[in-house]
């Protein structure tokens, strides 16, 4: 699947790419800015979903905030920087407010599995137990950062991959 990718300077790219990984898939959400000058790597976190059934401005939090969609552009405000005159409230010239914040590419990494529809594991990055526990320890081999790498250096791969070449 193509990212959608913007016009213009920055040209912000977003969406989501699978890589097989030692032990199952990993996925990556991204909003990529090109003159971006930091990147945030978010880990998605334990399933929350079935607590959030009640209607409160916490359900609707939790429910919002699990979708990756949402926490690129929470994560993207948070951390990039704004520009002048980035977004337009009519929406006259394609860009929306969420474009006017600038300079960071977020990367969500969901995890490898959800065991027992609550505990995120991530083993690709760290052999887990059931409940997402380090299951040897927490090793100091590098493998995480090095595995955290070429994911990362496979999802900048797929984002530039449409301009490279015909489609």
Not at 7 to 36: E, H, I, N
Not at 55 to 77: A, C, F, V, Y
Not at 86 to 112: I, K
Not at 153 to 162: D, N
């Amino acid at each position: 699947v193509r990212p959608a990718c913007g016009a213009g300077p920055a040209m912000m790219c977003r969406g989501s790419v699978s890589a097989l990984g030692w032990t199952g898939q990993d996925k990556v959400f991204y909003s990529v800015d090109r003159a971006a000058k930091t990147s945030v790597v978010f880990f998605g976190g334990d399933n929350c979903l079935d607590s959030a059934t009640d209607g409160s401005k916490e359900s609707e939090d939790i429910l919002r905030l699990s979708h990756p969609e949402n926490l690129l552009e929470l994560l993207r405000g948070k951390f990039g920087h704004r520009v002048e005159g980035g977004g337009a409230a009519g929406g006259g010239d394609g860009c929306s407010n969420r474009d006017a914040s600038r300079g960071v590419s977020v990367f969500c990494v969901q995890p490898t599995r959800i065991d027992g529809r609550v505990w995120a594991c991530f083993d690709n990055l760290v052999p887990s137990t059931q409940s997402g526990e380090p299951a040897r320890g927490y090793l100091r081999n590098g493998f995480a950062a090095r595995h955290l790498a070429l994911l990362l250096a496979f999802t900048l791969r797929h984002v530039r991959a449409p301009s490279d070449g015909p489609a």
